[in-house]
């Protein structure tokens, strides 16, 4: 019954184990071979980190502007009076 599962299961970890393993030593080799492919590899990925990073950080940072946006709002009214807003 559980049988398949369990197999299942070894399989995807030995394939990891052996992505694992290829990409820890690419480098190694590529930086060999060229070393303009290995600056390259590395700005994509610092790309990659960076772009899910920032999108990550979107929602937060649209909130707090949002309540900013309302807070500076206030204040205009409070100071200037409520006509003075655009």
Avoid: E
Wanted: glycine share 10%.
């Amino acid at each position: 019954m559980y049988g398949g599962c369990y197999r299942t299961k070894l399989g995807i970890a030995a394939c990891l184990l052996v992505a694992g393993t290829i990409s820890a030593t690419a480098p190694k080799y590529m930086f060999k071979m060229n070393k303009s492919i290995f600056s390259c590899g590395n700005m994509f990925a610092s790309g990659v980190l960076l772009g899910a990073g920032l999108c990550h950080q979107l929602p937060d940072a649209t909130n707090v502007l949002q309540v900013r946006k309302v807070l500076a709002l206030a204040l205009t009214d409070v100071t200037f009076g409520k006509d003075s807003t655009v």
